[in-house]
């Protein structure tokens, strides 16, 4: 159920409730920011979405631009590592299946980008703070991919751990996150599997292929598990955004715990395609019902976040230069609006 839908007995107060509010850009006086807070809380409680039309606290509104920003600029960016094996795929039908691939990616960055306009900040501005680096993308798309296998391994363990942290968004507290979770996940979901095939395919071929798989699961292993974000559970509980977006329904499992999920799910997949995880602490408990893994080198997950990682300097380079570059499209399709909307003024006088 989305929107602020309660059944009949609570429909009229909680409208009228809403109808006193001051519209998100109206300024607050001390009663209306006592009502707005106990509205929120109130869908927040009852796990219902809060959409544009509410007002909301301005901390959960900048939460959710930083969130939904930085989702949108990975899935931009991450165009670039795949985008590089296109002109070299292997045969048409990898070729076919990857341009489909890298061009849902971009489809997701749209979603997203119209989702976060709706919390009143433009495409334009954060477009600018990616570019200033003000804004990050998620730090796997600094890595390099060196071989096809690459690709292989990008679409299983990498969109296999970004479905593990987008499946719970769908149930995110503001709508139109929400909502555009919901497509990106089943297209998410493809991706994982072509990324799969690739790898099960070269795992049975030459030797020279089974190594290059092999290799490629070995450099996306750890920088995949980095993806969840750094440790928010036990003495970590405290620290970074988890327990505040936890609170407000955003996020619904814990880093930690998601990540504890992806590494239960994939170690029964990289058995089947017969390739290993480069963990020598891997292995299940059968007392806890998991697996157990190795530490994460959080140091260098900080570095490549930071600017430091092989391929930061070039990403951000390439995406300046294709906005420059496209920036000639942009206003053409400016200009056919402006066509259209003076034609159907003339249509209608
Ligand atoms: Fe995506
Ligand atoms: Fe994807």
Not at 28 to 55: K, S, T, V
Not at 247 to 257: E, L, P, T, V, Y
Request: with cysteine; hydrophobic share 40%; glycine share 8%.
């Amino acid at each position: 159920m989305y929107g602020n839908d309660y059944g009949p007995d609570d429909a009229a107060t909680r409208t009228e409730t809403r109808d006193r509010l001051p519209r998100r850009d109206e300024p607050l006086n001390a009663a209306d920011a006592a009502a707005l807070e106990g509205y929120f809380d109130e869908l927040i409680d009852a796990d219902q979405r809060i959409e544009p039309r509410d007002a909301m606290p301005e901390a959960y509104r900048q939460t959710l631009i930083r969130m939904m920003a930085q989702h949108a600029h990975s899935e931009i960016i991450g165009m670039q590592p795949e985008g590089n094996w296109i002109t070299r795929a292997p045969s048409l039908r990898r070729k076919a299946i990857l341009m489909a691939k890298v061009q849902d990616e971009a489809g997701h960055g749209l979603y997203l980008y119209s989702a976060a306009e709706t919390l009143g900040v433009t495409r334009e501005e954060l477009l600018d703070r990616l570019h200033t680096g003000r804004q990050k993308y998620s730090s796997i798309f600094n890595y390099p991919t060196l071989t096809w296998a690459d690709v292989g391994a990008i679409g299983w363990l990498v969109d296999g751990a970004a479905i593990m942290n987008q499946v719970p968004l769908c149930r995110c507290s503001y709508g139109p996150y929400a909502r555009a979770m919901v497509r990106v996940c089943k297209e998410e979901s493809f991706h994982q599997r072509q990324g799969f095939e690739i790898l099960w395919t070269l795992a049975r071929g030459t030797e020279a292929q089974q190594e290059m798989a092999q290799d490629a699961v070995n450099r996306w292993w750890w920088p995949s598990l980095m993806m969840f974000g750094p440790p928010d559970t036990g003495e970590a509980a405290t620290k970074g955004h988890t327990a505040q977006s936890m609170a407000w329904g955003i996020k619904r499992f814990s880093n930690d715990d998601l990540r504890q999920k992806f590494v239960d799910m994939t170690v029964p997949q990289a058995e089947r395609i017969g390739l290993t995880l480069p963990d020598p602490d891997l292995r299940w408990n059968p007392e806890r019902g998991h697996y157990d893994f190795g530490a994460v080198d959080w140091a260098e997950f900080k570095r490549v976040l930071s600017g430091d990682g092989p391929c930061n300097a070039a990403r951000i380079e390439h995406r300046v230069r294709a906005h420059e570059e496209g920036a000639w499209v942009r206003e053409a399709a400016n200009a056919y609006v402006a066509k259209q909307a003076d034609r159907a003024v003339v249509g209608a006088a």
